[in-house]
């Protein structure tokens, strides 16, 4: 039987809920909109609303609730809004094409990151024009594959980050855009993110690159501790590039990533057979996420020229999430009530 719409019943927010998360996508479309405004028209101060302002938010609220986010993301805004008015492409992507656009998805990922250091940080049109390039696939996207389909659950480079720190989600509602599920796809990471891992269980390449996730964030900030890349440090304090050949310094980028990525890898590779698949792939998803804060605070207080005191301030919210998140995986992990077996009841 052909599946059309299916209002789901089971974990799914209140109305009020709903609508207050319909309410912040709203405001969430409008404050990306101003955004790439101001990156486009005035640089300096919309790449640093975005880098040290917007995105550091996005992996506490990944980390808690990874579905608020699908929810009031605007990309997946865009690319669900056939959806949203009851009108849906016909075409389900198979499942293999769906794994192999989330591995190409990891690969953007990995790939990506290291422009924000070369182009992105810096660079107001590259930034704009890139943002409008991925909007402009993302409705292809959404006009040719349901729902979330293709991109959101599928090449969206964001969506490994998802995949980590969902296995802590605290909430387990599905997303608001997916209350009446149009089963775009199979294994649904969206259904019951708290599971996200099992992904990683099924594809061995999905989890070599998980591992070394770390490592290649803290190589990210090291970048900037070190002084060997001073892009976007020389951008915000209003000064010319001092970069004499950007063929090396792309090179020192890279290499000084994937180095930290393979450093990392091998250690969790050797920790693996010792705690188990899902104990290390929770420990890689704390790491990233340590790692990603550490180094981004201090970030934070240069762009905006607050002093150094500020940076344990700044910490004090992801330390809190991450907090949360432990004691309640801590809770879920309780052994259950032991209950006396008494024999089978006849019938």
Same mark, same amino acid.
């Given at each position: ?75 997946? @805004? #865009?690319? *669900? %809004? =056939?959806?949203?008015? /009851?009108?849906?492409? +016909?075409?389900? &992507? !198979? $499942? ?30 590259? @930034? #704009?024009? *890139? %943002? =409008?390039?991925?909007? /402009?696939?993302?409705? +292809?996207?959404? &006009? !040719? $594959? ?202």
């Amino acid at each position: 039987m052909a599946v059309g719409s299916i209002r789901l019943v089971d974990r799914v927010y209140p109305p009020g809920v709903q609508r207050l998360l319909q309410v912040v996508m709203l405001i969430a479309l409008a404050v990306f909109a101003a955004v790439m405004a101001l990156i486009l028209t005035q640089p300096e101060w919309g790449l640093r609303i975005l880098w040290f302002a917007a995105i550091p938010v996005a992996p506490m609220v990944l980390l808690v609730a990874p579905n608020a986010w699908v929810s009031v993301c605007p990309i997946s @805004t #865009f690319q *669900t %809004a =056939l959806h949203r008015f /009851g009108k849906n492409p +016909v075409r389900r &992507l !198979s $499942a293999k094409a769906t794994e192999r656009l989330q591995v190409a998805g990891w690969g953007l990922m990995l790939a990506g990151i290291p422009t924000r250091h070369l182009v992105f940080n810096s660079i107001g049109w590259a @930034t #704009f024009f *890139t %943002a =409008l390039a991925i909007l /402009g696939v993302v409705v +292809v996207v959404g &006009l !040719s $594959a349901r729902s979330l389909s293709g991109w959101c659950v599928g090449a969206c480079p964001i969506r490994p980050i998802e995949v980590l720190y969902g296995q802590f989600a605290l909430d387990k509602n599905r997303p608001e855009k997916c209350t009446n599920c149009t089963a775009c796809i199979k294994s649904c990471l969206r259904l019951q993110p708290q599971k996200s891992h099992d992904e990683l269980h099924r594809s061995p390449l999905t989890a070599h690159l998980a591992m070394g996730f770390p490592g290649f964030v803290a190589a990210y900030f090291a970048l900037d501790l070190l002084n060997w890349c001073n892009v976007e440090h020389e951008f915000f304090a209003g000064s010319a590039s001092s970069v004499a050949n950007w063929y090396v310094q792309t090179g020192i980028v890279y290499g000084v990533m994937f180095a930290g990525f393979a450093i990392s890898w091998a250690l969790f590779a050797a920790l693996r057979p010792l705690w188990g698949a899902t104990k290390t792939y929770r420990a890689v998803a704390l790491a990233a996420f340590s790692a990603y804060y550490l180094g981004v605070a201090p970030e934070i207080c240069e762009a905006w020229g607050w002093p150094n005191w500020v940076i344990p301030i700044l910490l004090i919210l992801p330390a809190a999430a991450m907090a949360w998140v432990l004691w309640a995986a801590r809770r879920d992990s309780a052994p259950p009530d032991r209950v006396q077996e008494v024999g089978p009841v006849a019938g």
